[in-house]
């Protein structure tokens, strides 16, 4: 690991001076384009998409389905449906919330109503579970607890439908883990290196000595001729979103008169130019990709397409700055990294029972899509002939950005498939960024605590 | 001063002509009634989809691209009326 690596090698090593340590090179990585939305139309409903959806996943889950439940199972849509028939149903689900936010509760709270109490989750004892297939849509009851699933989802329900018009289901299939394409091991040692959150613009001050010290690290700026040599190591980093801090999109602006606020400048305006400095200084030496997040000056809708290069005048002409999308897609050096800025988590955080991220990440490969949420609660783009979100083959690292904590997982799927789960938590709060190398998908996160807590020391790089 | 002034007096009132006509229904350019209920016919298949706000064309390849087998026949007569927006359903798209 990075770690022993940099202990290792930073004993009584003086080395020659003035010796030149060179950054581990990698391929050009192969970059997916299908999250990269050329022709841009908004005039289409969101019916499009989940007919595509529904379309697309019907025979994967037919196929798990029959895998699970045997392969003389008999998969009706809702209209052949007969009471007291023992059969499959696959379909879209709906969860039907009593606490979601709704536009017309908010106009009927301007007719001295009940106002609409501000929540973190919208989950409640009495949400209900709707199925819909093109036709028509049917409650369901029985063994599965509303909590466990949320709207978009596409999945294959085995019961009965009773008397009361209400499917009763006995037990339910997901996708299941999508194939993997094969594991190329790489012949070095190559660690890449995850952040997200870096909050540059936030209220909080002492975020830019963490981040500088990020940056010295990764360059080389750092630590002795161990530290150096591991982090020559690293060949790529990726940033996950929310470079700039949530404060840069003051309300202010929006809320105040114009003549008011024409003199004054937007908060993101600073805060890029803080991120070009840095990007800069990360540039000269690694090459960085770079994800737009929820509160980055890009589109609010996934897939959010990459920041726009005018707004970078100093890093920009560097040909190691990648601006990407999010989701982001990749292989780097034949490992394929897959992953968002935590949005389609977060989200599915707010309208389900399920608390930890990680597992959130890993039910999202399991149930092969991963935002199930858009663009029910999750602004989307109006796809029409295809849904960018499905999972068709498993990635080898699956990360999500912005997580409260770092945390990381290795899955094994029922047909060898192997994937590194990752929360890559937010650097403005944890101070935590995360590496992967490469070679054996074996994680470690990095902290950058500054005057710590138990009062040790200013050394920056504490390896956790 | 007069009282009731308007601000039309000043600045001429403009009718705003529409700017997206709509085709009429009746019969043009060839295409018969007929064929038209064909269509039609194709835009309430619910097999191949929701048909809003994509033109005909795009529906037809989107089944196509989704394994479905949509009639041929209805291909050949969205290529036989290439630019007629009653067969092909542009003005759906252009509405927004």
Partial sequence: ?464 | MPQNRLITDTLPAVKTTESISKPSLDVQGGVTESELQVLHTFDLNYEFGPCLGISRMQRWDRAVHLGLTPPQHIHALLEYYPSDPQVQQWWVARTC
């Fill in chain 1, 1 to 464: 690991m990075f770690s022993d690596r940099a202990a290792k090698s930073g004993g009584p090593d003086p080395g020659p001076e003035g010796q030149t340590i060179h950054r581990a090179e990698t391929r050009s990585p192969v970059r997916g384009s299908r999250f990269v939305v050329s022709r841009r139309s908004f005039c289409r409903p969101y019916a499009h998409l989940y007919a595509v959806r529904l379309a697309l996943m019907r025979p994967v889950l037919a196929s798990s389905a029959r895998t699970t439940w045997g392969s003389d199972l008999d998969i009706k849509k809702m209209f052949e449906l007969q009471v007291g028939v023992r059969c499959c149903v696959i379909g879209t689900m709906y969860k039907h919330m009593e606490l979601r936010p709704s536009i017309l509760k908010e106009i009927s709270g301007e007719l001295s109503l009940v106002p609409q109490p501000v929540r973190m989750r919208y989950t409640d004892p009495s949400d209900e579970l709707i199925l819909e297939d093109e036709l028509q849509r049917m409650k369901i009851v029985g063994s599965l607890d509303p909590s466990d699933f949320v709207t978009g989802l596409v999945v294959a329900v085995l019961g009965v439908e009773k008397e009361d018009g209400k499917f009763h289901v006995e037990d339910i299939c997901l996708a299941g883990i999508p194939p993997q394409l094969t594991f190329t091991v790489p012949e070095h040692d190559r660690f890449v290196l995850l952040a997200s959150g870096l909050g540059l613009g936030g209220q909080v001050g002492d975020a830019t000595l963490g981040l500088q010290l990020l940056i010295d690290t990764i360059i080389g700026q750092l630590g002795g001729l161990g530290e150096q040599r591991a982090a020559s190591q690293i060949s790529r980093v990726i940033l996950a979103g929310n470079l700039l801090s949530r404060d840069t999109q003051s309300k202010d602006i929006l809320n105040k008169a114009k003549y008011l606020t024409k003199k004054t400048q937007a908060a993101s305006v600073e805060a890029v130019k803080v991120l070009d400095d840095a990007l800069f200084q990360l540039c000269t030496s690694v090459d960085v990709d770079a994800m737009p997040g929820e509160f980055d000056p890009a589109n609010h809708t996934l897939p959010q397409q990459p920041l726009h290069r005018c707004m970078l005048p100093h890093s920009q002409p560097l040909s190691t700055l990648h601006l990407v999308t999010n989701p982001y897609e990749a292989d780097i050096d034949g490992v394929r990294f897959l992953g968002t800025s935590g949005q389609n988590i977060r989200d599915i955080y707010k309208y389900s029972g399920m608390d930890d991220w990680l597992h959130i990440l890993e039910w999202t490969l399991r149930t092969g899509h991963m935002a199930p949420t858009a663009p029910d609660t999750l602004g989307c783009y109006p796809y029409y002939s295809e849904d960018p979100f499905i999972l068709k083959e498993s990635p080898h690292v699956y990360f999500c950005g912005n997580a409260p904590s770092f945390q990381s997982k290795i899955l094994h799927g029922s047909e060898g498939q192997r994937v590194l789960l990752l929360s890559v938590p937010d650097f403005c709060t944890t101070r935590t960024a995360c590496l992967v190398c490469l070679r054996d998908l074996d994680c470690q996160p990095i902290k950058f605590s500054v005057f710590a807590d138990n009062g040790d020391g200013t050394e920056a790089g504490a390896m956790a």
